[in-house]
Structures are given as structure tokens and as C-alpha cells.
């Protein structure tokens, strides 16, 4: 089983490297999903695979944002790049750049962000020319086990570092409420922040970090081809000391050096550690604090700035440091062992002491020594994907319903011409809206529900596509994120990106020859999660935005956008271009509501459409649609 590190930076590669790592994973200046780690230059690049082959290692190059129309020949080019610098593997999550590397002979990996989390999903790899998948980390042990067993390719898992609280690949919380897209490598951790709640206040998106060393054996086992060290923006020595933990719990488990490294690991970077989903549905928050606070040693007693170290395991030359709840009291360097002094004013009171430094950590950047000048000439070549023109007549737009209640189906069935249903007993809103009616899967499915041969289905990834795809109408959903007209998929209608601007979706409609559909009401959902803690109702965050949430009946729970995105204003110009069908999502709203957009979007009367915004509260938003990714 192949240890597989990360290298954010020359000086991670190197520390990666000197820890015994098989693998490694970098990306380029672009088209990577940790666009804020340093990466590397194309020379850098082509430098760093010849210095990780020189001693035996793999190099695997990440590729794995959404990429748009007119971003697809660069990064068509820089995987032959890569390709041509000798990378053992590259890792991606766009299905059109999937399609239109078909061509470069080079090992394809399905990003996590890919949402592979059944064996249809894996299966749909391997048929597309993937020859290892990257699994959903909300899968459990027992999931990963089935996938395992019959999987016809090499599978992937992450063992260590940050767990996304939404499900990768999924999450629209930082592109909507923060303006960056965590799709396309821009993050702006809106889980790592705090939110209030009805039961109370805190970080109640942060889930603490995995750490499933004590899984390797299991994982490898069932068969399981590489596991991963999540931490391309972490430091060199947490890169070391990851690397190092795991190579020595897999091939020296009885290692006196096992327990040295796994201590020091936990002090350089350290948020909380969990098993992720591993041992099933858990709760994973640390509600505490979102942020690295080193290792937790002990609540000690303060009085008259003066506590005891003894027997609390701390060295000489420790940096420490003290927390009351969120507040940083202060933090120094241990001098004795016995009863010491802090160097700064501090209340008496009881404290949280954490380790925040170990002189060993020194050593560990010793051991990785100086970072040789990676370099190469290899030059990118260029490359044209002609887009198709497609001839599209304006249409006369139709309008798709997402409904879970049978009161609001109802309330919009007069209007719609289509369905999209996932509340209780879809039988009985099947015998209600007839063949108008479309079964919304749930977006995670480690087992494929058994839906009736010839009833409609929408999907929202690719498993889940090559599931139904047995004739019946299949419909994507906005979640199997098509940004690109080289989306490879061929459902009955594709819905576009949520993410994409005007200009982009205009595109699509001109070179896409399937059926489209564009949202154009509703609460985006900005996360889904198999956190079984958070209760339904809102959480509100540090702005005064307040977000709807709920629990579906199979456990998970979404988090829906602070306001609705609304584009009736914009509903001529999509039809305009030839739009086949608008989004309207009136999930968890009242009926009254649910028609009255209905026929707002019917009728498109400017008196309707005022109604609309005042029951929405008089505040919407237009979603990305004005600002793109």
C-alpha cells in the first residue's frame, strides 16, 4: 500500500521525500485546488519529478479545479506538460477535461472532488479511463469495504489531515457567501468560522482533523492501493512528520521511533483529531476552536501567575501556551520542571495548556536539510479544442420544480412542467404529477436506491448517472458540476453550474448540444453534510447572515443560502439564447410562496414579480450569475 504525501512547496517535496514517502502530490501555479499553497513553476515542476524519480518516488500532479470554455486548451496543455515531464499519475476532477484528455497517455485519478462514493461511481472510472479513484471521505469502513471488493481499478483514501464539513466537490458556502470558489482551488473556509445557532454558539461547521493510523492495516487488507496525507498549505515539518508517522505505523508498527514522531506530529499542527467517518456516522465538530493550537496537555491550575509542570510530560525549552475558552491568555518557553512562573500577567483561574513547540521539531528541519534549485526546459506545447456552434432557436423556456412536499406539488403542478421530488412516498406524488414527475436522488448514495425501470431520475454525480443511464430520461442536476461544453455526460437535460457567470452560461447555450437547464430560484443548497450533530433551523454567522438549515430523512443535512437567488429579470435573455428549462427550487417553503413564483415565472408580469421579492423578505441576490467563478 503506497504512502502517498503532500508537497505544497520545493520544501515540502524534499520533506515528504526524506520521511519515506512512495508518493507524492503537487500541483502547478494553476488549475490545483489549494491555489494559496506555493506550488510550483513548470520548470519547478519538471524539476521536482526528476528529483522524487531520482530516489524512488512517484509523482502525481493535481489538476483538479472546475475548468471553464475558454480555460480548457491551457489546462489541456499543461497535463501534456506534465505528461512530458515524466508525472507518474495526474488527478482530476472535471468530467469535460476528463473527456478531453482522452488523448495523453498518462494514469488519470479521480479527484475526491469527483464524488465517487459507490462502485457505480468507481465503475464509471474505470469505463472512462481512470485508473484509480480518490474516495469520498464520508464513506465508512463497512462502505469502503463493498467498493473495495469488487472495485475493477486501484482505490485511494485520505487517512490524515482536514476533513471539509460539506461533501467535497459539493460545497458553494465560500463561491456564495465569501466570493471564492472552493471548486476552483479558492477556499475561504467558511466552515472554519463561527456561527450561532438556537442551541448555542461556536464553531459548529469545524470538523476536527482525521487521523486514522491505527486503520492502515484494515485499509490495507481490503485492498485499498494508496492512502493519503491531506496538507499542501501546511509547514515542511508537518509534511515530515505526517509522512514519517505513517510510513513507520504501516512497514515498523514496533517502532520506539513510532510514538516520537506521532508526539511531534501532534504539536506542529494540531486542531483536533478524529476517525472521520470511518467507524461510521459520527459526530466530528471541535466546536471549540477552528484553528492549530498544537497538542492538548492538561487544565492546570493558575494562581498568582504561578502552576506546576510536574508530571504533565513537558521538556525544557516547550513552548506553551494558555487558553481561556477562545481568548490566547499568552504563551513562553518552558524553563523548569517543578513549579514555574509565567512571564506576563495572568488572572487565577483554571486554564487550557496546550504544547505548541518542541525542540525536537528543529531536528526534524535539520533532517530535511537544504532545498536543492529544481529547474527544467521542457516548454508547454499548445493546444486548440475547437468548441462546437450550436444552433439554438429562442425557446419557449419550460419550468422544472424542486418540491419535497405534496402540498407544495400541488401548488405548482398547474404551472410546471416538470417535478423534481425527493419528499416522503414518491409513488404517491408519481400518481399525482404522472409523467411529469422526476425522482431527485440524494446526492450520496454508497448504495443506489432501486428506482422502477422507465421512471425519470436526477442524478448529481457519475455513478449515480451510469446507474440509470438504461434508457429511462436522466436528468444532472446543478451538483455534477458542468462548467464546460465538453461535459461528457449525455443525460436527457444538464443543469449548468450554479457557479458560472452570464457570459459563460450564454456560452454553453451556443456550443452544448444537449438540453439545458439554468436555476433561477431558490435557496442554493451551499452544503451538504453526514454530520448527524447539527439540528434543523439556522445557524447565523459573525455578519448577521442568517442560513436556513434542515435534515433530510436519510440523515443529512443541508445548509441553504442566507437569501434567494432570483433571475426572473434575467429569464427573457436565457430563453433568448435558447435556455430548454429553468430551475426552481421551492423546497422547505410555504405552498403560498411555491405558486406565487410559479406563476411569476409563468406569466413573467413585473407585479408578480415584486410579490415575489417581498415575500422572499426583499432581499435576493443573482447568485454568481453577475459574477462568475
Known sequence: MEILAPAGSPEGLVAAIEAGADAVYLSGKTFGARASARNF????????ISYAHERGVKVHVAVNTLVKDSEIDDAVSFVQFVKDAGADAVIIQDLGLLDSIRHIPIAKHASTQMQIHSLEGVRWCAEHGLSRAILARELT????????????????????????????????????????SGNRG???????????????????????DLYAIDRLKELQDMGIASVKIEGRMRSPAYAYLSTRSYVLALRYPESPELAHTTELLKTVFNRGYCSGYLDGVKDLIQSQYPDNRGQFIARVNMKGRRFSTEGLGLNVGDGISFYNGDEKAGGFKVRIIGTD???????????????????????????????PKL????????WHREIPKVPRAPAKTELSFYVSSMKVLD???????????????????????????????????????????GVPVMVHNPGQYRRYDDGRKVYCSHVCNMTNSAFPLRPYQATVSVELSREDV?????????????????????????????????????RGFTFPVYRDKGGFVHILNSSD?????????????????FGIDVRKRPASLAQTVAKAFRNRDPKDIETVRKMCGGTVNTGRYLRGL
Open 341 to 371: 512562573t509565567v512571564p506576563f500577567p495572568m488572572a487565577d483561574g483554571q486554564y487550557d495548556l496546550y504544547r505548541t513547540y518542541d525542540p525536537r521539531i528543529d531536528e526534524v528541519k535539520n533532517l530535511i536539510g537544504d532545498v
Open 375 to 382: 529547474t527544467g526546459g521542457i516548454k508547454r506545447c499548445s
Open 506 to 542: 450564454r456560452g454553453l447555450c451556443f456550443s452544448y448540444p444537449g438540453r439545458l437547464e439554468c436555476m433561477v430560484f431558490g435557496r442554493i443548497e451551499l452544503m451538504y453534510s453526514r454530520d448527524p450533530n447539527l439540528k434543523a433551523g439556522s445557524i447565523t454567522d459573525g
Open 41 to 48: 513553476s513548470d520548470q519547478e515542476l519538471e524539476g521536482a
Open 411 to 453: 401548488a405548482v403542478l398547474p404551472y410546471a412542467d416538470r417535478i423534481y421530488y425527493d419528499g416522503p412516498d414518491w409513488s404517491e406524488a408519481l400518481t399525482k404529477a404522472g409523467d411529469k414527475l422526476v425522482v431527485n436522488l440524494p446526492r450520496m448514495t454508497p448504495s443506489e436506491p432501486e428506482i422502477p425501470e
Open 565 to 581: 437567488t432570483l433571475l426572473i429579470d434575467r429569464a427573457d435573455e436565457l430563453s433568448r439564447w435558447g435556455m430548454d428549462s
Open 186 to 208: 479558492e477556499c475561504a473556509q467558511p466552515c472554519r468560522k463561527r456561527y450561532d445557532s438556537p442551541e448555542g454558539s461556536g464553531y459548529l461547521l469545524s470538523n476536527a
Open 141 to 180: 469502513l463497512e462502505e469502503i469495504r463493498a467498493i473495495a471488493s469488487e472495485s475493477p481499478i486501484e482505490l485511494e483514501m485520505f487517512v490524515q489531515g482536514a476533513m471539509c464539513y460539506c461533501m467535497s466537490g459539493g460545497c458553494l458556502f465560500s463561491s456564495f457567501a465569501g466570493g471564492r
